[in-house]
């Protein structure tokens, strides 16, 4: 997939393309129904499938006090966007100047001028231009004097509830994975650089990898089974996150103690997905204690329980 940042950068010879609209921050099941009537459409029509994104969140720039905490960043949104399918993605930078453009410009000069859109694709309920005022029914209503195609399409249910990112964050933040997974289609992970820490977990008998993460981290305080993947390898692993009670802490820390493994991390980046909640994170009256309640975890992700 090519990334184009800005639209500067975009070459005017570039071919028609079909354009996906979206801030896309997670690319749940929803999202991937969307960039997948484009892709289809694309296909279908001889044209390229283009993705249009925000980065970063316009409430980010516009009213940061409301602004949701990403489910994912923007290199793995681009990732993610990339498995649909999609065979470009323009990334424009939301500034104030863009918060300001009318709807009908921003569909006139950007996404058929500059983007040569013949077919715009849109979820439901995607807002954009000054105020929020563009919409599905303003999209089809410029359809037909500027001579694209509009696609809408309509919510993704599942368990009975519309799939959003706004859903997500709250069963992440509940510690709920599997609810979690089954609206984004797969299990939340993160990724992150190992760096140096107190170096406890080696005296403790299970040495870990403190994870120094480019997002704040959804989940609550607690320990977790999860999958680690370093340098092409795949790894069981328990991670802590939280602030180390028992050694008087308060730091929030993101600790991964890789089973199996030897070697030094430091340096590596590695990507953690969470497969299970353990247990909360609870100060332990011993050191001791500690150890055996640490050998327990490693147990219960080992078994699957």
Known sequence: MRIVRGLESYPPEADPSVVV?????GIHLGHRAILGTAVAQARLSGLQALACTFDPHPL???????????????EERLELIAETGIDTTVVVPFTRAVAVVEPEDFVRRVVVGTLKAQDIV????????????GDAALLERLAGELGFRAHVVPPMTVDGVPVSSSEIRS???????????????????????????????????FPTANVRTARPLLLPAGVYACQADVGGAHYQ?????????TFGETELAVEAHLLDFTGDL?????????LRRLRDERKFSSVEALRSQIALDVLAARRGS
């Open 21 to 25: 609209l979206g801030a896309f921050d």
């Open 60 to 74: 980010e720039v516009l009213q940061p006090e409301r602004s949701p905490v990403p489910i994912t960043t923007l």
């Open 122 to 133: 849109v979820g439901f309920n995607h807002r954009f231009g000054r105020g929020a005022r």
């Open 171 to 205: 069963a992440l933040q509940r510690g709920d994975l599997p609810r979690a997974a089954r609206l984004l289609g797969r299990a939340y992970s993160i990724q992150g650089e190992v760096v140096r820490g107190a170096g406890r977990g080696r005296t403790l008998g």
């Open 237 to 245: 692993a328990v991670i802590n996150v939280g602030v180390r009670p």
């Open 266 to 274: 430091y340096g590596h980046r590695v990507r953690l997905t969470f």
